[in-house]
């Protein structure tokens, strides 16, 4: 990865300036990845300048830098792009609607300088109907930051003021920098509806894919006894697995079969073969919740879907309302923490796509203030 700063990552040059990972052009690749200097941005009147803590990195990043199939099908950004969608930051300077949106509602009371704050990735317009039905993730005119529009990788960066909630006092900057895929772990929780359960009843749940979604999506199912389903490559997740609370964590191979069968199966390994596993998993009336993205179109079987009254779900990320209990849920889930493995500089930007791409990583921490790579 080259470098257009002879600074570390987040120390100015001069008043105005930011430092921010920047990808210059479409190719694919880190060639043009760099840590630029770039002209501090000025919030808009019902946005929020933030200081960043810390940045998160997930294979979407991957996908962004490679602009791979799934990169250019899902996104439309315009280069030069700052990436990275996971954060938590420190307010700076609020926009000069947001007071206003605070007093009416449309912003937490919570938003001030110096406020550590988390928040959704998802830019969006408010006014069609699936942003006025709840569906604020299939916004028709949607923009995700980092993949669509300029995102969070960067020492100080805007951000909507309807997007971000604050922290907790007792949550740690690091857990706090897990809430965007906690929060599609929630999200995910929310779909495969519980309330169906009637009171007494445990229902038996099963998480296909032990990487750092299927996690969190164990720890954001709580008190619930999870069985924990990988493959023998993934020893060290399930082991994590296992060491966060997983009930039973089974290693199946390519001829196995899963005996038990659970009510609800929440697959998060986003590999074609995984859906096949969940389904096969998934007792009869059950319901499937499909929260991974195949690369490769997936076939399903809907004549035993038939048969067996099997509901399949999607989950596509968050509702921005979902923003509203993460506070409380981060706060709950000290034990978030557990999932780091990475914490590096923006120096150090393409030694961490390496070890996602190498599945050598759970979850990557990037610290703009950083000068020298710790992989503690």
Not at 134 to 143: I, P, Q, T, Y
Not at 153 to 175: G, L, M, Q, W, Y
Not at 274 to 300: E, F, K, N, S, Y
Request: glycine content about 10%; charged content about 20%; proline content about 7%.
């Amino acid at each position: 990865m080259s470098t257009a700063t002879q600074h570390g990552a987040g120390t100015e040059s001069s008043v105005g300036t930011i430092t921010a990972l920047v990808k210059s052009d479409p190719s694919p690749g880190l060639g043009n990845v760099s840590v630029a200097r770039l002209p501090e941005p000025t919030p808009g009147p019902r946005d929020v300048l933030v200081e960043l803590i810390y940045a998160g990195l997930c294979h979407t990043d991957v996908a962004m830098v490679d602009r791979d199939a799934a990169a250019r099908g899902g996104y439309r950004p315009s280069f030069p792009l700052t990436l990275g969608h996971e954060f938590v930051a420190r307010v700076v300077e609020l926009g000069s609607a947001v007071p206003d949106m605070i007093g009416n509602g449309d912003a937490d009371p919570g938003l001030q300088p110096g406020q550590r704050v988390v928040g959704g990735s998802h830019v969006t317009c408010r006014r069609c109907s699936r942003c006025l039905s709840g569906r604020s993730m299939l916004c028709e005119n949607l923009k995700v930051l980092g993949l669509d529009i300029d995102g969070i990788c960067a020492s100080r960066f805007v951000v909507p003021a309807v997007n971000i909630v604050p922290v907790p006092d007792s949550v740690t900057d690091e857990t706090a920098a897990l809430a965007e895929p906690f929060a599609v772990a929630v999200h995910a929780v929310e779909r495969a509806n519980f309330d169906q359960f009637p009171p007494g009843y445990l229902p038996r749940v099963a998480v296909v894919g032990p990487g750092t979604v299927g996690l969190l999506v164990q720890c954001a199912l709580g008190e619930y006894p999870v069985t924990m389903i990988g493959t023998p490559a993934d020893a060290d997740q399930l082991a994590l697995a296992r060491d966060l609370g997983a009930t039973a964590c089974l290693a199946i191979g390519p001829d196995d079969s899963v005996e038990q069968a659970f009510d609800v199966v929440i697959e998060a390994a986003g590999h074609h073969s995984a859906v096949a596993t969940a389904v096969a998993a998934c007792t009869d009336g059950g319901t499937v919740v499909c929260v991974g993205l195949p690369a490769q179109p997936t076939p399903v079987d809907t004549a035993d879907l038939a048969r067996r009254e099997i509901n399949i779900v999607g989950s596509r990320a968050y509702d921005l309302s979902t923003w509203k209990i993460m506070g409380e849920r981060l706060a709950a889930a000290p034990q978030l923490e557990r999932l780091i493995s990475h914490r590096l500089g923006f120096d150090d930007f393409g030694a961490a796509i390496e070890l996602l791409r190498n599945r050598q990583a759970v979850k990557i921490l990037l610290d703009p203030a950083a000068r020298t790579t710790d992989a503690s």
